[in-house]
């Protein structure tokens, strides 16, 4: 056949379909503060590179070593790890007076040399004072409008990622690119956000001044993003963590809208946020608090505004790490669970907090949702919707010991014991961490 001779040898080009290294991911697998700066900070002790996708200094990962407490927002937690090298993604927003701070927050705990571990993507979008003004403003103008706030953490995130959107936005690139293109847009764009905003005040002057000092600090940390990945990926052997920020109830797409934050916490934000192809993504790890709880307003079934409540917030010292508010607190919710494995394929979790729970009679576990008396199968997208829901709850029986001191599964009370393996048979995803207590030693490890 005159037409098939030429191709029968044809071999083409074969490209590995899975090469190079995997990232391991961890993610909030509910509205924030499970505990997944404690979980990275497990898995970056043995980490090669440590990366953040998305979100900005509106997280806060707390990290205990060797008795010191640190706080990190910006910086990805596996900076205190002197053999990591800390890669900050395209897809967060950065405050760079923040990170400075934030760094010289650390030093003086004993941080050292960060700025040799750091890089920073060229694509990032950077969070000016302005967009935090206005994040301030906008909170009281929907205070006024509408007698209700979304409680943002006011550190310009939302704004930013508003600018990102709209194309006025400006990137690492910019600043350390042409200074006077970069000061004309600067300029642009603070001038459009004084125009719907009368009240807002801005030294244009004065921020690019110090806009210019920054730009020389962390000049030598900026890379290309994409290209810095790709090496990462396919060169040697290499352990690889990404850390998420916020959670997936607080997801811009699946989270409970409005009341969520501004970028895509959940796996796919991992591929966008660092510029990754999906066959590199190896172990997703869900962390999940023991019992749930949320900062600021929105939907939360399993809420318990009583002596319950109470005591979950004062036991587990409820209270955000960026923004210093009570958290609301209520008991496990596993509907928000499977929704959330649905969407980001979890192979493992990490269950956290358990010993808050040590003091319980009777510890409840939401099962499923009601609406007009009937099951419903699945997470309601609108908000009235998921506020008139009914909870239908199993009540297991409390261990009424501490669970504090537990270092392997033997060690827990064979009650509390039911209670991980309830959680672990309903949600269909095997439990790897418990933890019982706020040190590195406290998280026991199943398998």
Known sequence: DIYRAPFTN????????????????????????????KVTDLLAVDADVVCRCQGGNNAGHTVVVDGKEYDFHLLPSGIINPKAISFIGNGVVIHLPGLFEEADKNEKKGLKDWEKRLIISDRAHLVFDFHQAVDGLQEVQRQEQEGKTIG?????????????????????????ADFNEFRCRFKLLAQQYQSMFP??????EGQLNKLKEYAERIRPMVRDGVYF????????????????????????DFGTYPFVTSSNCTVGGVCTGLGIPPSNIGDVYGVVKAYTTRVGIG????????????????????????????RRCGWLDLIILKYANMINGFT???????????????????????LNGR???????????????EVEYETLPGWKSSTANARSWGDLPPKAQSYIRYVENHVGVPIKWIGVGKARESMIQLF
Not at 16 to 21: D, F, H, I, L, V
């Open 299 to 326: 939907a939360f079934p399993t809420e318990q505004v009583n002596e319950t409540g109470d005591l979950l917030q004062s036991r587990g010292h409820e209270v955000g790490v960026t923004t210093s508010r009570k």
């Open 152 to 176: 943002t953490t006011k550190k310009g995130i939302g704004p930013t990622y508003s600018s990102k959107a709209a194309r006025t936005g400006l990137r690492v690139c910019d600043l350390l």
């Open 348 to 370: 493992a979790l990490a269950l956290t907090k358990l010993d808050i729970l040590d003091v319980f009679d009777d510890i409840k576990i939401g099962l499923a949702y009601k």
């Open 199 to 204: 009240s807002l005040k801005v030294d244009i």
């Open 375 to 389: 099951r419903i199968p699945y997470f309601p997208a609108n908000q009235e919707i998921l506020n008139q829901v």
């Open 229 to 252: 990945m790709y090496e990462v990926l396919h060169g040697p052997s290499k352990k690889i963590l990404v850390e998420g920020a916020n959670a997936a109830l607080l997801d811009i």
């Open 10 to 37: 044809y071999t083409g080009c074969k490209r590995p379909r899975n090469g190079g290294n995997k990232v391991t991911v961890v993610l909030g697998a509910q509205w924030g503060d499970e505990g997944k700066g």
